[in-house]
């Protein structure tokens, strides 16, 4: 019943006419940032983070998540019309969805996409709202071990999700660590890895990085490969939301893609694109007519649509109670929360649950409002792709420039920016994932501080992250996902030396 209650409250005041217009705004933006390819939410999102220092706590978070939930839907667009993947998470709806688009036309994929979508996404909403309460008293029993192990696993989880890339996830993981060790030592209070360069006293900050990697980087990729876009899909009907009929003959493929998308979500580093493979694959192996996947079943597209949206309330409620960003895009909220002064945790729960209810109750209206102006944007989305490419690569260099500098003031900030932006280009070219980076960046240094403090705390021992109950438990599933990662490879080995 408190959550009821605290849930109530928060619609109140999300509902207020400020929170509700940036609201409506951020999923426009996300919506937009989405349907673009080569601009993904999570450029968006980095884009704006800096335009937030004149916002309050809330009003960030409330615009951030606006986009957030937008962007993750808006990629499906382009998948759908032009089968381009707006964002990666998009990729497996191009499989079945687009033959859909080519054989009944846009209107029908598209109401698939944006009725599963909705449905992944309000229950995704409703368990940030309703279950991290819980998980945030649990945390509350938490100490220096067990926020280090937490941080842990969520630096381990990205290798579960790399297999067949793993050496070079490993490398980009032990660089984003690295470069978030740069500057000034906390404890001793002296310089490390910054060779002498007096621009890298201050540290570098993880905002300026992921700034030049999704921003700058994609746009030099967009520049460099001077790729167009056609729209030419013919419409065939109205594009509505799909009637209980049509949601009753999904209800297996929604209901799976959901439930793994808001497991998928609580994973640190996993996000929506792992969500809507996973889902992709779960119901490939599942579905009836798993044969026919590729040439237009309706399942095939409802599962990874549910799914990918119901990543992004589940990758909340780790950032909320233990100040561990569950995707790319929690990952920017977190910095908007650090930004001013707000350190998420189960501690945030007692202190200010108002402030927690209404990013709930936020999190929920914008899911509704997504199905909208999804509708609206799907529908002017010819227009769009029309626009020169080169024109919007210059406002996103431009924001990206003034956002860099915003974030500390320092000129040093923007030419960090544009080094990584030049970085995350070859990065992509070469194959080199980012995200491990991005979360070397962002959870090294909390891994080092909650390392360093246990320490000090508990004499140098340790056997503390696995003599205690709780950090046991997280170190163990830390190394479960490690030997996930190497299971193929040991595999390999093993054959080997029996052959």
Avoid at 369 to 374: G, H, L, T
Avoid at 465 to 494: N, Q
Wanted: with cysteine; proline share 5%; glycine share 12%.
């Amino acid at each position: 019943m408190e959550a009821l209650a605290g849930f109530a409250n928060g619609m109140v005041v999300a509902l207020q006419p400020l929170h509700l217009a940036l609201m409506i705004v951020g999923v426009l933006v996300g919506v937009i940032a989405g349907a673009l390819p080569g601009i993904s939410f999570v450029n968006a999102m980095a884009i704006s983070l800096p335009f937030t220092y004149l916002m309050s706590p809330l009003v960030a978070m409330v615009f951030l998540g606006g986009i957030y939930v937008g962007g993750v839907f808006g990629g499906s667009i382009s998948s759908l019309l032009v089968n381009i993947p707006g964002d990666p998470d998009s990729l497996p709806s191009c499989w079945d969805g687009y033959p859909i688009t080519l054989r009944d036309g846009p209107e029908r994929s598209l109401s698939i996409a944006i009725t599963a979508s909705a449905i992944g996404g309000l229950f995704s909403a409703f368990l940030l709202s309703f279950a991290s309460p819980p998980f945030a008293r649990l945390a509350l029993s938490f100490d220096q071990p067990e926020f280090f192990a937490a941080t842990f696993m969520g630096l381990v989880s990205v290798l579960s999700i790399s297999k067949g890339n793993l050496l070079l996830s490993l490398l980009s993981l032990f660089l984003g660590v690295a470069i978030g060790s740069i500057g000034t030592d906390p404890l001793y209070g002296v310089t490390r890895l910054t060779f002498g360069i007096g621009l890298l006293d201050n540290g570098i900050d993880f905002v300026v990085v992921m700034i030049g990697l999704f921003a700058i980087g994609e746009v030099i990729d967009a520049l460099a490969s001077r790729q167009g876009y056609d729209f030419n899909v013919k419409r065939k009907g109205a594009m509505k939301v799909l009637g209980l009929r049509d949601i009753w003959k999904l209800r297996g493929s929604i209901s799976r893609g959901t439930g793994v998308g808001s497991v998928i979500g609580i994973i640190p580093g996993a996000g929506a694109a792992v969500g809507a493979l996973v889902a992709y694959g779960v119901e490939r192996q599942v579905n009836r007519r798993r044969s026919e996947f590729g040439t237009g079943i309706e399942d095939g597209l409802a599962a990874p649509e549910a799914s990918k949206n119901a990543t992004t309330g589940t990758a909340m409620i780790p950032l909320l109670t233990l100040g561990i960003p569950g995707s790319a895009g929690a990952a920017i909220m977190l910095a908007a929360l650090t930004l001013h002064g707000v350190q998420p945790g189960p501690l945030l729960y007692s202190k200010n649950p108002e402030m927690l209810y209404a990013i709930f109750a936020s999190f929920t209206l914008a899911n509704l409002f997504m199905v909208a102006i999804s509708v609206l944007v799907a529908r002017a989305f010819g227009m769009l792709m029309k626009t020169d490419p080169t024109v919007i690569c210059a406002f996103i260099v431009v924001f990206s420039v003034v956002g860099a500098f915003g974030v500390r003031n320092n000129i040093a900030d923007v030419y960090i920016c544009l080094g990584f932006g030049i970085a995350g280009f070859y990065m992509k070219r070469f194959g080199f994932p980012t995200a491990p980076l991005v979360l070397g960046v962002i959870l090294g240094p909390l891994a080092e501080s909650y390392f360093l403090t246990s320490m000090a705390n508990y004499h140098d021992d340790l056997s503390i992250f696995f003599t205690r109950p709780r950090s046991g438990a997280l170190m163990a599933l830390a190394f479960g996902f490690i030997f996930w990662a190497l299971a193929p490879e040991l595999r390999a080995v093993w054959r080997r030396v029996r052959g």
